[in-house]
């Protein structure tokens, strides 16, 4: 199974180990990530004004580089994700923007929303399964009281993304499950953590991040997952003792068996 891959900019940075950890598990699934050529930053923020033009079309030239090559287009980062499903929505159902963008790119194929993009935990859904992903862990998180921390780009606008119910998740409990842990279930899972407001109203985002917490706290949690670099950033600055915040990619490398020496050079539990 090969996909196109888009990494984005903050998985090159502080997020690598949600990167490599991915890219690894990746592998011992049988899923090949092709990172695309000279993209460039989404923009992170998916822009709202409707002859908002130049701010798409990085998002418009991966999701033709991956329609070329005849491949999904793959992510990882939550902003990442939205931003391009959103973009592609747009390409496909707007004949207005998808005009003025192919007009503006003055490329000879013009693009049309072809490309599917999907998020790997949507890949692992639908071209493996989470039945099939239990035969592939070698160190189960028995015992372990894992909840999922969705946060909101993920999930809205449903329409759109697409990702699951926006109210009532369950594919991140159905992924934590298959690994062998118990998802744990709280009201304030896919709440937001306050992202796009973190440097301008750090104090609102602080009671944010604390009622979603101690919330998943209270329901049993021991350790949060998120696909989200800045979900992970806000969550991990408000301390909440015995509840360790780590990216989703973390516990599936654990599970399949995945380490790295001092070199950083991966080895496998798994072999086939």
């Not at 930053?41 to 005849?70: F, H, M, N, Q, W």
């Not at 929505?89 to 929303?113: L, P, T």
């Not at 119910?165 to 709440?191: C, Q, S």
Request: include cysteine; charge should be neutral.
């Amino acid at each position: 199974m090969v996909f196109s891959y888009y990494p984005g900019c903050t998985l090159k940075t502080q997020a690598k180990e949600l990167d490599r950890l991915a890219r690894n598990s990746a592998k011992v699934l049988g899923i090949i990530l092709e990172e695309v050529e000279d993209w460039q930053c989404c923009g992170a923020v998916y822009p709202l004004g409707t002859d908002e033009i130049a701010t798409k079309l990085a998002s418009v030239r991966v999701l033709k580089e991956a329609a070329k090559k005849g491949q999904p287009l793959v992510t990882l980062c939550a902003a990442c994700t939205h931003v391009i499903k959103r973009v592609n929505d747009d390409m496909k159902n707007n004949g207005d923007i998808r005009r003025k963008v192919n007009k503006y790119m003055e490329e000879e194929a013009d693009y049309k929303g072809e490309t599917e993009v999907l998020h790997l935990i949507e890949v692992i859904n639908k071209y493996i399964g989470f039945d099939k992903l239990k035969e592939y862990v070698k160190n189960p998180l028995t015992g372990r009281k894992i909840g999922a921390y969705y946060g909101c780009m993920l999930l809205r606008p449903s329409s759109v993304m697409a990702f699951d119910d926006p109210e009532n998740p369950t594919i991140f409990e159905k992924f934590i499950k298959a690994l062998g842990a118990d998802p744990v279930i709280y009201p304030y899972r896919n709440e937001c953590c306050g992202g796009y407001i973190s440097l301008k109203e750090k104090d609102r985002v602080k009671e944010m991040v604390a009622t979603i917490k101690e919330n998943a706290k209270h329901n049993g949690a021991e350790q949060l997952i998120t696909a989200c670099p800045l979900c992970l950033y806000n969550l991990k600055q408000i301390s909440c003792r015995d509840l360790n915040i780590d990216y989703l990619t973390e516990i599936l490398a654990e599970a399949l068996g995945i380490t790295y020496n001092s070199e950083e050079e991966v080895s496998y539990a798994y072999s086939k």
